[in-house]
């Protein structure tokens, strides 16, 4: 087939150009009478002061327009309404309706410039504005301006370009007796106008897409953060389980000797037992050194004095932390309840960990605030407090990423337990979390609770009681 022509439905041949042509009609129409529009504003103030503001320049656009075409214009009295009207009912119909409303705008202006040019040079020594009134071109600019900003630039263009055409016609076309031409004024600021309208509306899309892209990374950033502190806890429980992993092992093989004589199927079973325990030991310095190798910076020693071959802190070392804290500048109280035992490993870690953070916090955002300890041992597990009172001045600002009590809840929910944390009534802040020793979902003893007023451990109020 030759690119000059193309095959319609019906099989007849017809230039290309004509299928472009009708092609971009289709389009024309589809925008300018099928347009989508934006939402409004949320905000009342946005939405309604601007309203008025229209509302009125449509009143003072009718009455001017009423006037000219009356007067100047020498229409009746119903026409000179009838085409008054009609502008300042466009810009109201534009709040909410543009693309009809400029669909109004335009034909009024050439129901109006038809209606004038006989009467055009009826009056020596004055010349009538036209093919545009001085009331249409100021209202068919706010048209311009809703619509650009309402709906895509595409379709703003589309609708100055039909402007633009229709005014040419009329004036550079047609044309009449001797009057005062519009159209170069009118075009001029109908293109300033669809202009400050697109830019207008493209820096609205852009801040709503900036607040989208800022809502998305704070997102991504507190799940990565999310991330990074359970690798951490992992890499921090693997020498717990390591530790008894290697126990297992050991008392496997060592077992057949403790038993005189022992039988074929105790040495196989014991057997059996050490390999699965030295097996999962491998696996588990495989998933460490997956571990180490994405986050390198944190295997360096920490604030405490651990490295990553260090032993992992239990409550024995509490009084280091304090002592460490207290050697920052910090005054720290601490109190022990009930009687001291050994706790399973990975329930010391945490709550030391959970000390060692809260203390931290106390540092960085309550200056000059002193901080208190207590650790209560009661049958079912580890009742922790870290409270401190109003700091003294302003705490200058944390290069941190804010997400402490973020890891401290990790800790707490990897044990079953939980973690409470806000401000007290005196300015202070505290942190209380419930660590059972027993496995999740078990409840802790009964009767205890954390008294967020003075930061302590105290014996649960029979009133309180849901039970």
Known sequence: MSRLTAVTE????????????????????????TARLDPLPPSV????????????AAFGVTLGGIAQLSDNGHLGPGLASLLGFAPGGAVVLAMWRPVPAWWVSVGTMLVGAVALHGRLGM?????????????????????????????RARVAVEALAVT???????????????????????VVLAVIVVALGTALRGRREARAELGRQASLTEEERARRTLLEERSRIARELHDVVAHHMSVISIQAQVAPHLVENPSDELRENLDGIRNNAL????????????????????DAPDDSGTGPHSPQPTLDRLDTLVENTRAAGLTVTVRI???????????????????????????RHAPGATAHVEIEYIPYGLLVSVANSRPTRSAP???????????????????????????GPDGGYRVFAELPAAAPGARLVPGRTADLTTGTIRALDPKDDPA
């Not at 103030?45 to 009125?56: D, I, N, T, Y």
């Not at 009331?135 to 650009?148: D, K, M, N, S």
């Not at 030991?281 to 180490?292: D, N």
């Open 279 to 298: 097996e999962a030991l491998t696996e588990l310095r495989r998933v460490l050194g997956v571990l180490r190798s994405e986050s390198p910076d944190e």
């Open 164 to 186: 633009v055409v229709v005014t040419w016609l009329l004036d550079g076309v047609w044309g009449g007796a001797p009057h005062q031409s519009t159209s170069v004024v009118a």
């Open 45 to 56: 103030w946005l939405r309604w002061l601007p309203h008025g503001v229209l509302c009125l």
């Open 397 to 423: 600002p944390s290069p941190g990423a804010g997400h402490g009590l973020l890891g401290m809840r990790e800790r707490a929910a990897m044990l079953g337990g939980s973690l409470t944390a806000g401000s």
């Open 123 to 151: 009056t020596s020594g004055v010349r009538f504005t036209w093919p545009w009134t001085v009331a249409g071109i100021i209202a068919h600019l706010l048209v311009l301006l809703l619509l650009a900003l309402r709906v």
């Open 10 to 33: 019906t099989g007849a041949r017809r230039p290309e150009w004509t299928g472009r042509v009708l092609r971009w009609l289709r389009i024309l129409r589809d925008d300018l009478c």
């Open 337 to 363: 309840n009930g009687e001291r035992r050994p706790m399973q490993s990975g329930v010391e870690l945490s709550a030391y960990r959970i000390v060692q953070e809260a203390l931290s916090n106390v540092l």
